[in-house]
């Protein structure tokens, strides 16, 4: 099974977790959360993230999934990647994460696919809503 960290400014991450847990009726296995409130001491918070990636690869790699492509988090995680073993997608959202978790028999570089297009797909214009 691959492993899931989400790693996001505030809550946001563990807030993610608990929505999907919400959803799902239980807490999914080998996800976890690194909520970053204070960024300056990135050395600290890397090294939480190198330990959760640790208990978080069962042998299939991990799936990394930060908030927003260019800020802190996700600056910090661009040094763990290892392509096949840890992968980094950046914007994560609900539908991505309920889409990953769907999906962890995949290989690693599918769920990267499925990530990138579970977030996409799960955004909408709502005109009108049916009753």
Do not use: W
Not at 76 to 91: H, K, N, T
């Amino acid at each position: 099974m691959i492993g899931l960290l989400i790693v996001a400014h505030g809550t946001l991450g563990e807030s993610l977790v608990e929505c999907a847990t919400y959803v799902l009726g239980s807490r999914p296995a080998k996800l976890l959360a690194l909520d970053v409130r204070d960024c300056s001491n990135t050395d600290e918070i890397l090294a939480v993230a190198k330990a959760q990636l640790a208990e978080l690869d069962s042998g299939d790699g991990v799936l990394v999934m930060a908030d927003i492509y260019g800020a802190t988090p996700c600056n910090m995680l661009c040094s763990l990647i290892q392509p096949g073993r840890v992968e980094l997608v950046a914007g994560v959202n609900l539908p991505m994460l309920l889409k990953v978790l769907n999906y962890r028999h995949e290989s690693l570089p599918a769920l990267v696919t499925r990530a990138l297009k579970g977030g996409g797909e799960g955004i909408f214009h709502v005109t009108h809503c049916h009753a």
